[in-house]
């Protein structure tokens, strides 16, 4: 089956700082790898993929690159704001599993 | 439906009680997942639906725990019996492709059950 390991929290930055949250995987197979944001008082909401490797997911100003050499997927955004506050899940999915295998989620607040 | 809807919200049970969990997934996706996500952590997966047949229920903690999806649509997780350590919020999820999970999957608010 798949595992992930995801940088721990809690992350706190301030309005326009740079953020980076690391993300390593195994997996059997050749997974997809998917970023879900969990707002406050909001559901699992799918924040970027990517499909095979060097792919690179974006979205609403995050980024993710697919390294199948070093197993990461880690996510990057160049300029935080204080609606970006919410838990972040590494999750690789397919290969061999179904289902989604998740990191055990990184809290970031920013702070105005 | 316009997304994933889960029912109830919140669940209060005495321990010892059974409860059921109900998910209505998004129209015409085929593969619906049940998935447990305690306090602080990330969720896990419980078992996998493709259509009506459960093909996958390695991650239900005890035989305690029970899912059904009759007609392909909405899925029901039950709880005989529970216990403190089953307090969590249960999460359902749906995509619209059949075969590994490389589609998106789309994602009810969840169930907070709170066993006392």
């Known amino acids: 089956g798949n595992s992930v390991t995801q940088m721990e929290g809690p992350v706190t930055l301030s309005e326009e700082a740079f953020l980076t949250i690391n993300c390593t995987y195994t997996a059997t197979g050749y997974p997809s790898l998917f970023w879900y944001v969990q707002y406050p008082g909001e559901g699992l909401q799918l924040l970027l993929k990517a499909t095979k490797a060097d792919d690179k997911g974006s979205n609403k100003g995050f980024e993710a690159t697919y390294r199948k050499e070093t197993t990461s997927f880690h996510l990057e955004k160049g300029s935080v704001q204080v609606s970006d506050s919410a838990v972040y899940f590494c999750a690789p999915g397919g290969g061999s599993a179904r289902q989604l295998t998740f990191g055990s989620g990184t809290q970031l607040t920013v702070l105005p | 439906g316009a997304g994933v809807s889960q029912s109830p919200r919140y669940k209060v049970a005495k321990r010892g009680q059974d409860v059921a969990l109900r998910c209505d997934p998004i129209?015409?996706?085929?593969?619906l997942f049940w998935y447990q996500q305690a306090l602080g952590q990330g969720p896990e997966f419980l078992t996998y639906?493709?259509?009506?047949?459960?093909?996958?229920k390695s991650g239900l903690p005890s035989d305690r725990f029970f899912a059904e999806r009759p007609e392909g649509s909405v899925s029901t997780l039950k709880i005989q019996r529970t216990q403190q350590e089953d307090s969590a919020v249960y999460l359902c999820?749906?995509?619209?492709?059949?075969?590994?999970?490389?589609?998106?999957?789309?994602f009810g608010q969840g169930t907070r059950l709170t066993v006392v």
């Open positions: 129209s015409g996706h085929v593969s």
């Open positions: 999820a749906s995509s619209l492709e059949t075969g590994n999970a490389r589609s998106e999957a789309f």
């Open positions: 639906f493709q259509n009506e047949a459960q093909l996958d």
